[in-house]
């Protein structure tokens, strides 16, 4: 599909669960202008599966955030991580990586979303941040 024609500005993945940094992105995405599709859903299938599909296929930029979900036992999406990397590796021109890093994760895990952070950012062309107010600079 022609860049001009894609149907949203910017897909939001990454990290869901109980964190809230869609919520505190949408509101500024909106006044901004900016249109984006939301994956999160009440309940996961293969519907959601298929609308999500076809969202990132119609995306011009593809944000995966890496944050702490808010669950017991459970710090970040390995599939979002994995997501983030493929994108930055076979298409920076149009992959955010944005990695929340708190204080509230495990030290180890901590250290290793540095080094991940670090790494990603060394590819040519990489879009890679710490902050939701950095992607900015992108879009």
């Known amino acids: 599909m022609a860049e001009h024609l894609k149907k949203y500005d910017l897909f939001l993945g990454g990290t869901c669960g ?5 919520r505190r992105l949408i509101p500024i995405l909106e006044t901004k202008g900016i249109i984006y599709f939301n994956p999160v859903v009440a309940e996961w299938n293969s519907t959601a599966q298929k609308r999500e ?3 990132k296929q119609n995306s011009h930029f593809m944000l995966f955030v890496i944050a702490d979900p808010n669950k017991n036992g459970q710090h970040i999406s390995a599939y979002s991580l994995v997501e983030a990397t493929v994108g930055i590796c076979k298409q920076p021109e149009h992959t955010i990586a ?3 890093i708190t ?3 495990p030290q180890h895990l901590q250290s290793a979303l540095k080094k991940c952070q670090q790494e990603l950012q060394q590819q040519e062309n990489s879009k890679v941040c710490n902050s939701l107010e950095d992607i900015f600079q992108w879009l």
């Open 18 to 22: 109980n964190s809230r940094w869609r």
């Open 98 to 100: 944005c990695f929340l």
């Open 53 to 55: 599909d076809e969202a």
């Open 103 to 105: 204080d509230d994760m």
